[in-house]
Nanobody
Framework: EVQLVESGGASVQAGGSLRLSCTTSGSTASSDLWGWFRQDPGKAREGVAAIYRGFSRSYTDSVKGRFTISQDDDKNTVYLQMNNLKPEDTAMYYC??????????????????WGQGTQVTVSP
């Protein structure tokens, strides 16, 4: 199983930016699908962004134009660049991977490996 470690979470003010990183114990090229999810306590885990084979990207509507997912196979790292952050972006953010393509890449059950999460807090 692929081991994933997220980093980059922090507390920022609205309008600020953060870049989350997801580093793997193996190779990012060994998994076809990578995703970022977020979850508030008591709420369902929400798909934020996904990237398939390094080029096909999907985003949930609320982050389109603000977040960008990317993949660097040389560094075995997947990134989530988050700009113009809003208080509603506050959540624990998780990285996930899957060896396969998914028809709905923002659905959590499409993924087989998960990291432990990194907290993002956005203040007004």
């Amino acid at each position: 199983e692929v081991q994933l470690v997220e980093s980059g979470g922090a507390s920022v003010q609205a309008g600020g930016s953060l870049r989350l990183s997801c580093t793997t114990s193996g190779s990012t090229a060994s998994s076809d699908l990578w995703g970022w999810f977020r979850q508030d306590p008591g709420k369902a885990r929400e798909g934020v962004a996904a990237i398939y084979r390094g080029f096909s990207r999907s985003y949930t509507d609320s982050v389109k134009g603000r977040f960008t997912i990317s993949q660097d196979d040389d560094k075995n790292t997947v990134y989530l660049q988050m700009n113009n952050l809003k208080p509603e972006d506050t959540a624990m953010y998780y990285c996930a991977s899957s060896p396969d393509w998914a028809a709905r890449p923002l659905r959590p059950n499409e993924y087989t490996s998960w990291g432990q999460g990194t907290q993002v807090t956005v203040s007004p």
